[in-house]
């Protein structure tokens, strides 16, 4: 751009912009693509996560706090972002239960969102599931719907709304313009990016805000009965064409304005707009309405949030515990995925841990253990990433309406595994004890448990964590895919650690799988004073030639067992950690 002349360091895409919206009236933000509708939308509600913002903004006469202006404002985004696998009534149930204040009572909860309902026409659709969006679940116009609802339950004042009638047909959009209209006269201040408005869905606008390429205004004010005050403004301007019988003034008024006519007639519309009668009774509209009405107070919140961080967590834990018992392709076919695999390797390495003449016995047994973990664990890792995927964009829509922080998300994602990981772990341990034929005893059985339910939490909190700090799952799942392999090189099985250079023996501790095989063959054999009948090491006992050639000791199974612990919140505090602080969303 410098290249073509421009000499500024910043590129301004609103300019000056001036206006008011009041309570009860529906006013459209209008423009051709790249005026800057969705960016002066994203400057007043407060979504902006980058560039610089001058000006101000007032609400009901105070100086705007995005704290505070969260709690009392909703946001329909033009994409419909929503839980998949959570119903419509669950949906506003979760959305009321964490946005109305805490004082509000279950009952009262209930009623609202059953009016709600009734106003945005969703109670045909009470207990249908959300789906994704294009694959299954609602139809583009019954999300845009939910979309309006999940923000209305908030019971908001001032609503802003990106786009609510894109990508649909007549029918839809009019269907979802009466709901807007709807809000609208329940006295709320609305606010409308819309696009190519039918005559009948811009009659139901009071007022226009149209903006030109450049992020300059060139008329706010008025529309009136059939857009009469907006077609007198215009045909009033010297050369503009007049507005034929039955046409569109929505159509009409975009392509009288553009840069081309602009040209053509040689003038400036913001300029003419600047010297009009219309600005400067806006100037005092503005005026008045920036001054606090005598007596009122500036609305002040105790608390950042409505709910407290314990009612915080008891609802997304709820939200996580649909989402996930409702989500058979990933969680029932993991557990089908994992009875398969511990089926195969009971019967491939059948009753291989009853063995302990040689040196090769014990190998086997270990690289039973061995496969089992890359394979089952890799599989979590993988396989969780598009679910917590899915979630995150979900998750920045609701922290930006200011419904929860980051803590209590990330908590109730974590947690919601446990008890699904406890189930696979318990189903692989019990198939697999008993068909290789470990030794019997209540202490070792438990250690096989403990170090198999472990080590499928730390590989699926590492899955969880290289989502969150990636901007994608894609990203993520070449990130995982690089460890996957280095994790598998330093196991200890492919390579001891005796074995391995000196200067690469740190990794080995570093490396939770490493840790993971010590754990599972120590709590086995590390304690076995049989000598070996066979092979190269006959007379060792097993102790000693797991402690000569693995470098295993029976004793260090205390601070193994910290450390597998330790990889487990380590990655799921790196989780927690990331989704608080980053944000990939740009705005």
């Not at 490493?514 to 006959?538: C, N, R």
């Amino acid at each position: 751009m410098k290249e073509q002349g421009i000499t500024e360091d910043r590129l301004v895409l609103l300019k000056g912009v001036s206006g008011a919206f009041r309570p009860g009236v529906l006013t459209a933000l209008m423009g051709v693509s790249g005026a800057g509708k969705t960016t002066l939308m994203d400057v007043l509600a407060g979504r902006k996560t980058g560039g610089y913002i001058d000006g101000n903004i007032t609400i009901s006469g105070f100086p705007k706090k995005q704290e505070t202006f969260a709690r009392v404002s909703g946001y329909c985004e033009q994409n419909d972002i929503h839980s998949p696998h959570v119903t419509v009534y669950e949906s506003l149930l979760y959305s009321a239960w964490l946005r109305l204040p805490a004082e509000a009572k279950a009952e009262t909860r209930k009623m609202f969102i059953e009016e709600v309902m009734e106003l945005v026409e969703l109670n045909p659709l009470r207990q249908a599931i959300v789906g994704l969006p294009g694959v299954n679940g609602l139809s583009t116009e019954q999300r845009k719907r939910l979309t309006i609802a999940v923000e209305l339950v908030a019971n908001p004042s001032i609503i802003f709304m990106d786009e609510p009638t894109s990508g649909l047909d007549a029918r839809a959009a009019a269907i979802v313009m009466r709901t807007v209209r709807n809000t609208v006269d329940t006295g709320r201040t609305v606010i409308c990016t819309i696009h190519q408005p039918s005559i009948d869905i811009f009659e139901a606008f009071d007022e226009l805000f149209l903006m030109k390429r450049g992020g300059q205004e060139i008329y706010v004010g008025p529309l009136g009965h059939h857009s009469k005050h907006l077609i007198k403004y215009f045909e009033g301007i010297q050369g503009v064409s007049k507005i034929k019988d039955g046409y569109n003034p929505a159509t009409w008024m975009l392509e009288v304005t553009t840069t081309a006519q602009e040209l053509a007639l040689g003038v400036d519309f913001t300029d003419i707009y600047k010297n009009s009668d219309l600005y400067r009774r806006n100037k005092v509209l503005i005026e008045d309405l920036s001054k606090p009405t005598p007596g009122s107070k500036e609305l002040h919140f105790p608390t950042l949030y409505s709910q407290s961080f314990l009612t915080q967590c008891v609802a997304c834990l709820w939200k996580q515990h649909w989402s996930y018992w409702r989500n058979p392709p990933y969680t029932a076919v993991r557990f089908l995925f994992t009875t398969v695999i511990a089926l195969m390797f009971g019967t491939m390495f059948w009753d291989l841990g009853s063995k302990m003449n040689s040196g090769q016995d014990l190998t086997n047994a270990m690289g039973s253990m061995y496969t089992a973990v890359l394979l089952l664990g890799v599989q979590n890792s993988s396989s969780v990433q598009p679910v917590v995927a899915v979630e995150r964009t979900v998750f920045y829509r609701e922290r930006a309406a200011g419904m929860y922080s980051a803590m209590p998300y990330a908590i109730s994602q974590v947690i919601i595994e446990m008890p699904y990981i406890f189930i696979q772990a318990a189903t692989y341990g019990l198939i697999v004890y008993a068909m290789i034929g470990f030794e019997w005893t209540a202490a070792k059985f438990f250690w096989y448990l403990f170090f198999m339910y472990f080590t499928l939490l730390y590989f699926t909190f590492y899955g969880m964590m290289a989502v969150a700090v990636t901007p994608n799952y894609h990203i993520a799942s070449i990130v995982s895919a690089a460890f996957y392999g280095i994790w598998n090189l330093f196991s200890g099985f492919i390579i001891p650690r005796p074995s391995m250079p000196v200067w690469w023996q740190w990794y080995y501790w570093a490396c939770p799988v490493a840790w993971t095989l010590y754990g599972l063959f120590v709590s086995q054999f590390g304690d076995i004073k049989t000598p070996l009948e066979d092979g190269d090491f006959v007379g060792q006992s097993v102790e000693q030639y797991l402690r000569s050639r693995y470098g295993f000791r029976h004793d260090f199974l205390g601070v193994v067992v910290a450390v597998i612990l330790g990889f487990a919140v380590l990655f799921a505090s790196i989780f927690t950690v990331s989704i608080k602080l980053f944000n990939f969303q740009r705005r």
